[in-house]
């Protein structure tokens, strides 16, 4: 626990303007982000008596090894400024967001030919246009099946598209009627993007005047007793008015504008937001809040119009935002949701009316939500402080493991040999320092060797960090995530091997504690605790014990010890299989210098078959578009060097099967491979 007075700033450093200030602890991680309107006066409240400072803040004080600051021109800079670190840095002492999921949204692919509606999550894409947020892609479901009737547009992917313009037969949808079947030609590319629009124009709320278009039409057809056709009409708007029946109207037609409710207690808030969009809440969300220090409802507020409107512009920031108080002050953040707009944003608190009406009924909803929460999380704290509290007493520990990672080894006979490394904090799955290995010091099938190699990479690496306190070598092995480092710069952002755990959790039993237990003394770690959970009988080895701990089978330590290792040996497996794959995809062109993949499917496509490439001579290979006399040589040379592939057997019959040899397609896309062992066949570990 670090002392604020030890990295206070001296008196006159601290500018006295607008900026954005950032602590950090002693591993240069960033912890906390903040901006001010007056950076000197800010920071000042941080280094008070720790005894009157809210107990979070005093948490982060004694937490951070030093502080440093930004200054920038304005207020609007700095609340800009403040989004952009917290989303890279991620601060552990910031605002959390708990329930920030991606939200489901009703999209129209308005930048295709042939625009598409589908359901959609994530960064918003140019030239598609969204409507939403709602709680369940279901509910988007619902709607779109009941607007389909009277506006058939398209829902069906690229390939299904394709596939029904090749064959000249649209999907079940286009002979049903719930499609225009645009990919048969039965409406223009013109004829299809109208549908679309008007599509468009219904969710955004322009309904009224649809619907009596569409009154009329049905009128007209009676009138002239063209009774099918004004039945037909009858039911579109029949499906028109339902769809519109799962949005109520609770505003003036036209109204579009976000209420945003804050429920708040000492230590955490509830945040609620309805969407309304022409006059109707077309969506809801919500998130749940740590309260890092003691902070007003006008600053939630502010940091929920960050979260929401942060990667947000155009039409996404409505006209109108509905409060339940003012960020202090309120100029900067206004300005700044105009500048995402593009035009001017009413930020304000409703005092009468409809208006005021519906933020009572988000303030219940947020109510409800923080009630709801608090009732899951005492359980939740409950249960996991008391496994990590068993697993510290079962292990004879000084303290209870606050980060505990898991090493389990993956394998296929012996082939592709991986590893993984999960980790959890505070009980619960850190994904972002999730790792995975190669194993490279030798080949062949030994879970021990490969856990002494794993271990010995991984702390070695800490290590080296450690001694250049804080400033990370550049690496390029394939301990990373992603098979590359992804180490980045000093700035606080997450590291490969940055943090020690307390506990080293191995996938197996006493020989695999052994080699883990040998890799940490070789490099001379001594205040890691090491343990196995064996397979057979859950059971818990330690190094250098004859036996091993049994835990009872109710055990909340125990459990919280099964979901780390079996998590450790889900993202092995998935790891080895993805090895797997890309080995048995793998064809002799692949060893051609220079041969890249268009010219690779043009030699495909030209012969049909690797086999049939094979066989061919160089003039025939000097046919192919881009391929000259030199490639084709190099071509002939590798094709002949490469041993080919075992013939596959139908197990059946026992008939040699005329398989297509590795680098071929099959009919889904896929390479095909001659001979490659069954997914069944052989343990993976």
């Known amino acids: 626990m670090a002392d604020p007075s030890s990295y206070r700033p001296k008196p006159g450093e601290i500018p006295d303007t607008p900026g954005v200030y950032r602590f950090r602890d002693e591993h240069r991680r960033v912890i906390y982000v903040g901006k001010a309107k007056s950076l000197r006066q800010r920071l000042a409240n941080y280094f008070q008596d720790l005894a009157s400072l809210h107990p979070r803040t005093r948490t982060m004080v004694t937490t951070a090894a030093s502080v440093e600051w930004t200054v920038v021109s304005t207020e609007v800079e700095a609340l800009q400024l403040e989004y952009s670190w917290i989303k890279e840095f991620d601060p552990r002492f910031n605002v959390k967001y708990r329930d920030d999921k991606s939200y489901p949204y009703l999209a129209v692919t308005m930048n295709e030919e042939y625009p598409r509606v589908q359901v959609m999550r994530g960064q918003k894409r140019k030239g598609v246009r969204y409507f939403g947020p709602y709680g369940h892609a279901w509910a988007i479901r619902d709607t779109v099946d009941l607007l389909l009737r009277v506006f058939p547009v398209r829902t069906c992917s690229a390939g299904v598209f394709k596939n029904a313009a090749r064959t000249g037969r649209p999907c079940l949808l286009g002979y049903i009627g719930k499609c225009s079947a645009p990919c048969v030609g039965r409406v223009s590319a013109e004829e299809h993007r109208d549908l679309a629009e008007d599509f468009c124009d219904f969710m955004a709320g322009r309904t009224g005047t649809y619907i009596r278009r569409l009154e009329q039409q049905m009128a007209d057809a009676a009138e002239e007793m063209e009774y099918e056709r004004a039945a037909r009409l009858r039911d579109d708007i029949g499906a028109l008015k339902k769809a519109m029946e799962k949005s ?253 755990p307390q506990l080293v959790v191995v996938d197996g039993g006493r020989p695999q504690v052994a080699a883990a237990k040998r890799a940490l003394d070789e490099l001379g770690i001594d205040d890691i605790a090491v343990c196995g959970l064996a397979k057979r009988l859950e059971e818990v080895w330690l190094p250098d014990e004859e036996d091993p701990i049994v835990l009872p089978r109710t055990s909340e330590g125990l459990y919280l010890l099964q979901r780390v290792r079996d998590e450790a040996h889900r993202f092995a497996i998935t790891y080895q299989r993805t090895k797997r794959a890309q080995r048995f995809r793998s064809s002799p062109l692949d060893d051609v210098p220079g041969l890249g993949d268009t010219r690779k499917q043009a030699l495909l496509k030209h012969f049909g078959s690797l086999k049939k490439l094979r066989s061919a001579t160089i003039d025939q290979i000097c046919e192919v578009p881009g391929i000259g006399r030199k490639t084709a040589e190099t071509i002939a040379v590798a094709l002949a060097q490469a041993a080919p592939a075992a013939p596959a057997v139908n197990t059946a019959t026992g008939e040699i099967m005329e398989e297509e040899e590795p680098g071929t397609t099959g009919s889904g896309g896929d390479p095909v491979s001659a001979g490659a062992p069954d997914e069944r066949r052989g343990q993976e570990t």
């Not at 930020?347 to 939500?369: C, S």
């Not at 359980?379 to 007493?393: H, K, N, Q, V």
């Not at 898991?406 to 994904?431: N, P, T």
């Open 248 to 500: 109520a109207v609770v505003l003036a037609d036209a109204t579009d504008a976000d209420l945003i409710a804050v429920a708040e207690d000492e230590l955490e808030a509830a945040v609620q937001i309805f969407h309304v969009r022409g006059g109707r809440v077309r969506g809801q969300r919500g998130w749940v809040t740590d309260k890092v220090e003691e902070i007003t409802t006008g600053a939630l507020v502010e940091h929920a119009l960050q979260q929401l409107y942060g990667e947000e512009k155009g039409d996404a920031v409505p006209k109108e935002v509905l409060v339940p108080a003012l960020p202090e002050p309120v100029e900067p953040v206004q300005e700044w949701l105009a500048e995402r707009r593009g035009s001017g944003v009413s930020l304000r608190i409703p005092q009468r009316g409809d208006k005021k009406a519906l933020m009572e009924t988000v303030q219940r909803n947020a109510q409800q939500a923080l009630v709801l929460h608090k009732t899951k999380r005492a359980s939740d704290l409950t249960t996991r402080s008391r496994a990590l509290e068993e697993i510290a007493e079962a292990l004879d520990l000084d303290s209870a493991p606050l980060r505990i990672e898991c090493y389990d080894i993956s394998h296929l006979q012996g082939d592709d040999v991986v590893a993984s490394m999960v980790v959890f904090e505070d009980g619960l799955q850190r994904k972002s320092e999730y790792r995975r290995f190669q194993i490279k010091g030798f080949a062949g099938q030994d879970d021990v060797r490969s856990m002494h190699e794993v271990i010995s990479r991984r702390f070695r690496r800490y290590l080296a960090e450690k001694e250049k306190t804080g400033e990370w070598v550049d690496d390029t092995s394939e301990d990373g995530a992603n098979g590359v480092a992804d180490l980045k710069d000093e700035e606080g952002r997450p590291k490969k091997f940055a943090y020690p």
